[in-house]
């Protein structure tokens, strides 16, 4: 079964392969604490509240880290040989 807790663990771990130390900071430390409260027996009232702050900081958190460049796929290094062998580049 999923949980809340599990799957914001699983997104503070990938956001700080991208930016070391961001699972140590206050920001994380609340998602986490907020995911518990999810996870936890209480109220819709709370649950709601808690999911919004929740997503917020999880958005804050992932607006800190830098984008990620994709890695070249096969067409790119294709066409980069291409150029290469043709003198272009």
Do not use: F, Y
Request: proline share 3%; with cysteine; hydrophobic share 45%.
């Amino acid at each position: 079964m999923v949980t809340v807790v599990g799957a914001v663990e699983r997104d503070l771990a990938e956001l700080a392969r991208r930016l070391p130390g961001l699972d140590e900071s206050a920001e994380a430390a609340t998602a986490l604490a907020l995911a518990r409260e999810l996870d936890d027996e209480n109220s819709a009232t709370s649950k709601s509240m808690c999911a919004r702050a929740l997503n917020e900081t999880m958005a804050l958190l992932r607006a800190s880290v830098p984008i990620e460049e994709p890695a070249d796929d096969a067409l790119d290094i294709l066409t980069a040989e291409v150029r290469r062998a043709r003198g272009h580049g």
